[in-house]
């Protein structure tokens, strides 16, 4: 049975990670660029639109995130300081993500483009430290 809620809180974790992180990186490279070519009103509607459809990915994601990620601290125990250290700086990095996306789904964000693409190059080292400390672990 332990088997089976690391594999489920392993696939959780994954999952709410590619949600987050990958509807960032497609609202800035996608959506944002594709809006280009509209009315600043359309241009405006769309994006909103867009962020309103997220809001309820963004909340689930972070929830199964913040499920997962203390089920795996909780009972992987028996690490190095290295491994503390980088998961403290991965736990940063992911409040920076969080705030983010809680503000790009609030309607009327001017800036929201190019908040995706910092949140998205903070989930992109997120993932690049996961994968070492997996090495590592």
Known sequence: MGDAIYVVMRWLHISSVAT???????GRLVMVEAAEGLSPDSREG???RAAT???P????AMTGLLISGSYQVLTIP???????????????LAMHVFAVAIL??????????????GAA?????IIAISAYL???F
Do not use: C, E, Q
């Open 78 to 92: 028996g690490h190095r300081a290295i491994y503390h250290m980088l998961l403290g700086v991965k736990l940063l």
């Open 134 to 136: 997996r090495h590592i």
């Open 104 to 117: 790009i789904v609030r309607p009327h964000n001017k800036r929201r483009g190019r908040m995706m693409a």
């Open 46 to 48: 769309l994006l909103d």
């Open 53 to 55: 459809l997220y809001r």
């Open 57 to 60: 990915l963004v909340f689930a």
């Open 20 to 26: 987050l992180v990958g509807g960032m990186i497609f």
């Open 121 to 125: 190059v903070s989930g992109l080292a």
